[in-house]
């Protein structure tokens, strides 16, 4: 009895971490998103790509 209380203690208390892992970190992107979006776009971009891809060539 005591075992499988344990295990389903586990069981909830452990995808109610995941879940609330889940839950505040596309929180905290979305406001950071919201009051500043584009150093969210500009580290986005950064870490999508390879450094300085949107140089342009300078034909000077």
Not at 8 to 25: E, G, H, I, Q, Y
Not at 26 to 39: E, I, K, M, Q
Request: net charge positive.
């Amino acid at each position: 009895m005591v075992n499988s209380l344990s295990v389903l203690c586990a069981f909830v208390v452990n995808p109610l971490s995941v879940l609330r892992a889940f839950v505040v970190n596309p929180l905290s992107v979305l406001c950071a998103f919201v009051v500043n979006p584009l150093s969210v776009l500009r580290a986005f971009v950064v870490q999508s790509y390879p450094p300085s891809p949107i140089t342009l060539p300078n034909y000077n």
